[in-house]
């Protein structure tokens, strides 16, 4: 059986930082296109950070305050998310597209996905 299990999400402040991570069972994340969204309330999952199944990081991705890696020992994916802002905030969801060896991937919650975690809250509040 598959399962995304996020964890790391919790209530900071402006400014804070945060580690989020996706631990995968059932699958390898080597296989797999990993990406995070972000659900803010009333809104749709929007796409905040993605990794290839070939480690490649697609340049819209590359932001100044989020990282994303991938560690295939632990087949775990980290969101690190620095110098935070109330706009952060939301359910932060990581999900998995099956495709190994391929530099895609998903723009938008419904590019395909086969496998999505249940989520993980991160509010930014003073």
């Known amino acids: 059986q598959v399962q995304l299990v996020e964890s790391g999400g919790d209530l900071v402040q402006p400014g804070d930082s945060l580690r989020l991570s996706c631990r995968a069972s059932?699958?390898?994340?080597?296989?797999?296109?990993v990406a995070w969204f972000r659900q803010a309330p009333g809104m749709d999952r929007k796409i905040v950070s993605c990794?290839?199944?070939?480690?490649?990081i697609p340049y819209d991705f590359q932001r100044a305050r989020f990282s994303i890696a991938r560690d295939t020992s632990k087949n775990t994916v980290y969101l690190q998310m620095n110098n935070l802002t109330p706009e952060d905030t939301g359910v932060y969801f990581c999900?998995?597209?099956?495709?190994?060896?391929?530099?895609?991937?998903?723009?938008?919650?419904?590019?395909?996905?086969?496998?999505w975690g249940t989520g993980t809250q991160v509010t930014v509040s003073s």
């Open positions: 999900a998995a597209v099956y495709g190994p060896g391929s530099n895609w991937c998903p723009s938008t919650a419904r590019d395909g996905i086969d496998y």
């Open positions: 059932g699958l390898t994340v080597e296989d797999y296109a």
């Open positions: 990794i290839s199944s070939a480690a490649i």
